[in-house]
C-alpha cells in the first residue's frame, strides 16, 4: 500500500475532534484515488483517515461498521459530515493482495482471493445496510449510458462489447436476471483484500458493498487477477476455486455489460 511522507502537515485542515490523534505523529499520504485522500497515521499501531465530499463516506462508514461486526474488516473509530466527510479507522494488519509477494505465487494468490470470496458470499446478508446494491447498479449503468460513460478497453476480449449499444440492450433486456441475495464487497480487487502472512486481515474499500448478485464480485475478482498479474491464465482456475456450482456465465455476461458504463 503506498505512502508517502508528508514532511509539514497543516494540522488545521483536520476535524478538530481528530488532531489529537495526529499531533507528533508521521503523517503519509495514502491516497490512490482523486476522488478521496487517505491519510496513514503512523500511532498505536497506525490508523487511516479518508476524506471526500460530503455524503460520500456514509454508505462506506455503515458498511464497514456492519463487515467489522462479522469479523470482516476493520473498526470504524469515528465518522464525521461537515464541509466534508471523515472516516478514520485502524489499520488492518498486513499488506494488500498486490504486493510482491503475493504476486509471486499467482496460483496460490488466485486460490486464495476465490476461496475467501466463496466465504464472503455464504455470510449471511441479513441487517446489511444496503439491502438491494442490484437495483442502484443497474441504474448506476444507465445513467452511465446516458452521460456517454463508455469504455470496454479494461477488460479481456471475451467480455468486451462491439458498443455502448449492443452493451446496454444486454443491461436492459436481461438485467432482470441479476439477484439481490449475496452479501457483496463490491469492488473485489486484489487491492481491496488484506492479507498478513497468506493468512486473511479484512477487506477495505467496502464503499459499493450491500446485497447483490455475486456475479458482480466474480467479474471483478477475475478482472483482477488478468489486471495484476498481466494474463488472462488464471480466470478458470479462480472460478473453479470458488466453486462451478454458484457460477452461471450468463450472468457473468450480463455483469460486463453494466461494467463498461463505470
Do not use: Q
Request: glycine share 8%; charged share 30%; hydrophobic share 40%.
Amino acid at each position: 500500500m503506498k505512502r508517502t511522507i508528508i514532511p509539514h502537515p497543516d494540522l488545521t485542515r483536520f476535524p478538530a475532534e481528530l488532531r489529537w490523534l495526529m499531533e507528533g505523529a508521521p503523517l503519509y499520504d495514502s491516497s490512490c484515488s482523486p476522488a478521496a485522500e487517505v491519510i496513514y497515521i503512523e500511532k498505536d499501531g497506525g490508523y487511516y483517515l479518508k476524506s471526500s465530499a460530503v455524503g460520500e463516506l456514509r454508505r462506506e462508514a455503515e458498511l464497514t461498521r456492519f463487515f467489522h461486526e462479522k469479523g470482516l474488516a476493520t473498526e470504524v473509530l469515528c465518522y464525521l459530515s461537515d464541509e466534508k466527510d471523515w472516516m478514520l479507522t485502524r489499520r488492518v494488519a498486513g499488506e494488500d493482495c498486490t504486493h510482491a509477494d503475493y504476486l509471486a505465487d499467482p496460483t496460490r494468490l488466485c486460490v486464495t482471493t476465490a476461496e475467501l470470496l466463496r466465504t464472503l458470499h455464504e455470510v449471511p446478508p441479513d441487517g446489511c445496510p444496503v439491502p438491494d446494491r442490484t437495483a442502484d447498479y443497474l441504474a448506476s449503468a444507465e445513467e452511465g449510458y446516458r452521460i456517454g460513460r463508455y469504455d470496454a478497453s479494461l477488460f479481456p476480449d471475451n467480455w468486451g462489447y462491439a458498443s455502448a449499444e449492443e452493451a446496454i440492450g444486454v443491461v436492459r433486456r436481461e438485467g432482470h436476471l441479476l439477484r439481490a441475495d449475496t452479501l457483496l464487497h463490491g469492488d473485489y480487487c486484489l487491492p481491496n483484500i488484506m492479507l498478513d502472512g497468506w493468512r486473511f486481515s479484512g477487506f477495505i474499500d467496502l464503499g459499493n458493498g450491500g446485497v447483490g448478485d455475486r456475479h458482480i464480485d466474480l467479474f471483478w475478482g477475475a478482472w483482477s487477477l488478468f489486471f495484476n498479474l498481466k494474463t488472462d491464465a488464471y480466470r478458470d482456475r479462480f472460478f473453479d476455486a470458488y466453486g462451478r456450482d454458484k457460477i452461471e456465465p450468463d450472468l457473468l455476461r450480463i455483469v460486463a455489460a453494466a461494467e463498461v458504463f463505470g
